[in-house]
T-cell receptor, first 113, second 112 residues
Framework: DGGITQSPKYLFRKEGQNVTLSCEQN?????MYWYRQDPGQGLRLIYY???????QKGDIAEGYSVSREKKESFPLTVTSAQKNPTAFYLC????????????FGPGTRLTVL | KQEVTQIPAALSVPEGENLVLNCSFTDSAIYNLQWFRQDPGKGLTSLLL?????REQTSGRLNASLDKSSGRSTLYIAASQPGDSATYLC???????????FGTGTKLQVIP
């Protein structure tokens, strides 16, 4: 089955810790995205990558970092510099540059204790 | 900066009713417009994509239209069912692999 997987589903972090969220896709898509979703707000773009070894900041990149060493993988690290990291994190990918149709993973809920 | 608004924020209808969800955007330079469904605690499921050269798309009981001149898109759901209960989000992009801007969604409840 082709799709996007995210792990873990739930993640708990103590203050001051860095954590890494996994996102893997077997759709052979070029572009991948990380979004953050908070209650009552639309999805906000954290980072996106159009090709391996290249990525760009989105609207709320501060306190986050990413890497794109392989086409199928786009991990997100939430650093201790992120002031309010508790949220639902969604990974997406797209293939056709003209259509830019987004396909989403199941999400990771991060809670800071 | 593109802003996408969805009104109403919540909607409750009896089963069997036809309904329309609205999406409006501030910048008419929308290239593609996509509608999604999100169930509680889940990721987004793509419903319909209206590409730049298109005005509407249909899938089963769903029909989405896009009017760039007025900055509006609508999602029409025919003969609603309890299983349609979810949050519906619209999202637009400016072409290529560029940023996609999402609305805040309309939470739909279909009452049996």
């Amino acid at each position: 089955d082709g799709g996007i997987t995210q792990s873990p589903k739930y993640l708990f972090r103590k203050e001051g810790q860095n954590v890494t969220l996994s996102c893997e896709q077997n759709l052979n898509h070029d572009a991948m995205y990380w979004y953050r979703q908070d209650p009552g707000q639309g999805l906000r773009l954290i980072y996106y990558s159009q090709i391996v070894n290249d990525f760009q900041k989105g609207d709320i990149a501060e306190g986050y970092s990413v890497s794109r060493e392989k086409k199928e993988s786009f991990p997100l690290t939430v650093t201790s510099a992120q002031k309010n990291p508790t949220a639902f994190y969604l990974c997406a990918s797209s293939d056709d540059r003209d259509k830019n149709e987004q396909f989403f993973g199941p999400g990771t809920r991060l809670t800071v204790l | 900066k593109q802003e996408v608004t969805q009104i109403p924020a919540a909607l409750s209808v009896p089963e069997g009713e036809n309904l329309v969800l609205n999406c409006s955007f501030t910048d008419s330079a929308i290239y593609n417009l996509q509608w999604f469904r999100q169930d509680p605690g889940k990721g987004l499921t793509s419903l319909l994509l209206i590409q730049s050269s298109q005005r509407e798309q249909t899938s089963g009981r769903l029909n989405a239209s896009l009017d760039k001149s007025s900055g509006r898109s609508t999602l029409y759901i025919a003969a609603s069912q309890p299983g349609d209960s979810a949050t519906y989000l619209c999202a637009g992009d400016s072409g290529g692999y560029q940023k996609v801007t999402f609305g805040t969604g309309t939470k739909l409840q279909v009452i049996p």
